[in-house]
Structure formats: C-alpha cells, structure tokens
C-alpha cells in the first residue's frame, strides 16, 4: 500500500507547478519578481491561520507552545524560500519554463550534502555516484547556446542553482519546525509551522516592497484575481509538503517531489509553447535518473 507521505508529495508536486506557471504569467504582466513572490504568501497566510484556527476550534485543542527552536526554523526555512522564490521568477525571463524549474531541481543533491554537513548523516557510495549524475545533468543545461562553448558560470545557472540550495535549506528549516510542535497531528503540525512561516514572510516581503519597489504592493493587489489564485494554489502546495515533512526525512520527500519536472515540462509544452534543446531534455533526464537513484539508495 502506498504511504500517505508519498500521495501527498505528488499531489503538491502537481498544484506546485500551477503555482510556478501562474506565477511566470504574473512576472510577464508587469510585476517584478518581489511582487510576483510577495503574492505566493501575503493570500497564503490567512487561509492558513483560518484552516488552523478551525481545526482547533472543532477539535477543542489548545495551541501547541512555540519553542525558541521552533522559530528559529521558521524564520530560517522561511528567508530561505523567499530568496529562493524571487530567483525561481527571476530565471523564467532566462530560460524556458521547463529548464528554468529543471535548474532549481538541483535542490535534491544539495540537501542530501546539507543534511551529511548539518546532520552529520552520511552519504553511501551509490548515493555519491547518484550526486555525480545529477552534476552531470546540471552542466548540460548550464551548456549556453550559441557560441558551442561551456558555460557554467552565467545568470542562468547562478539563479538556479541559488534557488535549488535555498529550497533545499528550506526544506530543512521546515523538517525541523514541524518537529519542534508537541503535536500527534501531522496535520495539525504541518498547517501551524505554515501559518507561522506565511505570516512571518508576508511581513518580510511587504517591508522589502515597501523601502526598495514603491507601489509594488498596489500593483499586486490591483491584480488580485490572479494573485490570490497563486496564493491559494501556493498554500495548498505548502501544506502538502509540510505534511509529508511532518511524516518523513526531507531529503526521502524532497527527491520524490521532483515528479514536478515531468509536470512542469508538460506544462512548458502545452501552455507556453516552449521547446526544450535535445541537450536541455538530456540535462533533465540525468537530473531525474539521479533523483530516482537517490530515492532508491537512501
């Protein structure tokens, strides 16, 4: 029988990539990349304090106390996927939808060397070869077109790659708030730490807005149809993957999540009629050969 961690994984996966897509359409509209990852959280906040706060209310339970640690977590998973967001956004004007999320991907192989850094758990052998498939999928991509040279070190790569070990930190911060909360609902866990972390980057990215793109808030809430559609799919998303980091080690959860980029290449296809390079699908494929490696060896 499959596990519950692992179908919601995939159905977050799934409204993530909605998310990313609605997101590109908000960037092409005239907002910036703050603006178009203020609105991933600012309407994401409040459903998440009102789903906990009625859960509690039909429950009759008590708010679980917030330890030091637990904040800590949340405001470092939290800065973390700001960060990381604003340079998702900002690489789709780089490079097609599909290589753009494809690049982010290397978040996977980071937080298996994150987690051997931080948690002191090591890496096996085969787990290392995985780690080397994956590099050997991320240069591909980062190969610039024009030119038939080598290009590690350009805008494109630099923006995803800092994307992907932020994500990845994120993940982590997120394993380890869920797990601060003396909770025995996974649920309950998973919808707190995302309501503490929404509310916490809402605020981050309003004063951002606020002192460095005057009228960027106006300008999103102009746009709130579409906006609040981000914030809803981005909560939805969020809560999926808070769940199964309340049930399971980041790195399991995170590997399989990169079902998103079979996902976001459908979606590259068929709704922004992108076409990825033989050489783009070949980096993508290394990169989920090395996922699925990873999920089997760990």
Known sequence: MIEVWVLVALAAGAVQTVRFALQKTLKGSGLSAGGATFA?????????????????VQRGEPLPAFTPRFWTFVVFGGLSQVVATM???QLFSER???????FTKTETILVV??????????VTAPGFAAILVGVVGVVLLSWRTGGGRLALVNKASGLGL????????????YRGATLEIAADSAFLRAVLTLAAVTTFQSIVMAAYLRAAQPGEITRVARRWRVTG?????GMLGSLGWFVAF??????????????ELVFSLLVSWLVFHDRSTRREVAGMALL???????????
């Not at 559609?229 to 799919?233: D, E, H, Q, R, S």
């Open 96 to 102: 097609n939808f599909a290589v753009g999320i494809a």
């Open 288 to 298: 989920l050969v090395s996922i699925v490696a990873l999920v089997l060896v760990t």
């Open 87 to 89: 340079a998702t956004v």
């Open 229 to 233: 559609l981000v914030g809803v799919t």
């Open 40 to 56: 991933r959280f600012v309407f994401a906040a409040p459903i998440a304090i009102a789903v906990t706060a009625v859960w509690l």
């Open 246 to 259: 309340a049930l399971q080690n980041a790195a399991y959860v995170r590997a399989l999540g990169q079902i």
């Open 113 to 122: 060397l994150f987690s051997l850094v931080l948690l002191s758990e090591p």
């Open 162 to 173: 800092l994307a992907g070990a932020l994500f990845g930190m994120a993940a982590i911060g």
